[in-house]
T-cell receptor, first 114, second 116 residues
């Protein structure tokens, strides 16, 4: 069975600070996908990124970057120069490709104050 | 392009009453999901449809929950009778099946249920 652990329940930062959200996953599959989703106060989850288990290259998209380390089963998410609009709950998830079931962590609430 | 539409956004009922939630997915998305999100938790899959077929309903409490997706487009999730523990947000999502879109789900804003 898949499992995702997001140990940080809530993080508070001041605007322009960098922040890293941690994610540790468990899976028995050799092929899997990892995801990050953002849930703003409006409620709908928004897809941010998908990583294939065979691709450990880090990825950067604007102020967002992701660090995938298979050796430690981690897929951490860093926001550089945080902004108030980044305030949301962020979920890490793992996909069992065989059963097409996306398993989410419990989320990390990020509060960015001006 | 319209996103996933859910209704109602909020529903307050007394326990033992029935309730239904409706979802209209993104046009062309053949896979539809219903997720349950309890306060402070991540979404948990209740049921997944591929077209009209429910391909994964293992987490759906079938004694009181039912779902349908007639014609492979809109879907309805029903609870009858509702219990206090059913208070949660019910999220609908849709996606294209397989390939590069694997796991990229588009979510609605959810239906928040309060059972008194």
């Amino acid at each position: 069975a898949q499992k995702v652990t997001q140990a940080q329940t809530e993080i508070s930062v001041v605007e322009k600070e960098d922040v890293t959200l941690d994610c540790v996953y468990e899976t028995r599959d050799t092929t899997y996908y990892l995801f990050w989703y953002k849930q703003p106060p409006s409620g709908e989850l928004v897809f941010l990124i998908r990583r294939n288990s065979f691709d450990e290259q880090n990825e950067i998209s604007g102020r967002y970057s992701w660090n995938f380390q298979k050796s430690t089963s981690s897929f951490n998410f860093t926001i550089t120069a945080s902004q108030v609009v980044d305030s949301a709950v962020y979920f890490c998830a793992v996909l069992n490709t065989g059963f097409q079931k996306l398993v989410f962590g419990t989320g990390t609430r990020l509060l960015v104050s001006p | 392009e319209a996103g996933v539409v859910q209704s109602p956004r909020y529903k307050i009922i007394e326990k033992k009453q029935p309730v239904a939630f409706w979802c209209n997915p993104i046009s062309g998305h053949n896979t539809l999901y219903w997720y349950l999100q309890n306060l402070g938790q991540g979404p948990e899959l209740l049921i997944r449809y591929e077209n009209e077929e429910a391909v994964d309903d293992s987490q759906l409490p079938k004694d009181r929950f039912s779902a349908e997706r007639l014609k492979g487009v809109d879907s309805t999730l029903k609870i009858q009778p509702a219990e206090l523990g059913d208070s949660a947000v019910y999220l609908c999502a849709s996606s294209l099946m397989g390939g590069p879109n694997t796991g990229e789900l588009f979510f609605g804003e959810g239906s928040r249920l309060t059972v008194l």
